[in-house]
């Protein structure tokens, strides 16, 4: 990996870590669209995921740590995790992809 690559990584953690600490100050307590069809819709009183078996519970609802949904320096946390999370799988599935080309 050369060194413009490099620093093209290091940029992209930079500004997912930028979002992941700005978000629940910017993010709208509303209902986004899809919440809010479900529920003109009636479907989000009728529809419970705890009836489907076999699905396991998300390890953070609504990007919070269950003990404290409100606490936003937690969510800042959840979202930094996942942030990283999915930038390493992405490494991961790029490593695989190019060991196998």
């Excluded at 930079?14 to 009636?42: M, R, T």
């Amino acid at each position: 990996m050369d060194k413009k690559d490099t620093y093209l990584i290091v940029v992209a953690i930079v500004i997912c870590i930028i979002i992941s600490c700005l978000s629940p100050y910017i993010a709208s307590g509303d209902p986004d669209g899809l919440e809010k069809s479900a529920e003109d819709s009636g479907l989000a009183e009728d529809f419970s995921i705890e009836e489907i078996s076999g699905i396991p519970d998300a390890i953070f609802p609504d990007y919070a740590f269950a003990d404290d949904p409100d606490n936003q320096a937690l969510q800042i946390v959840a979202l930094v995790i996942g942030a990283f999370a999915t930038l390493g799988l992405g490494y991961a599935v790029a490593t695989i992809v190019k060991r196998r080309n």
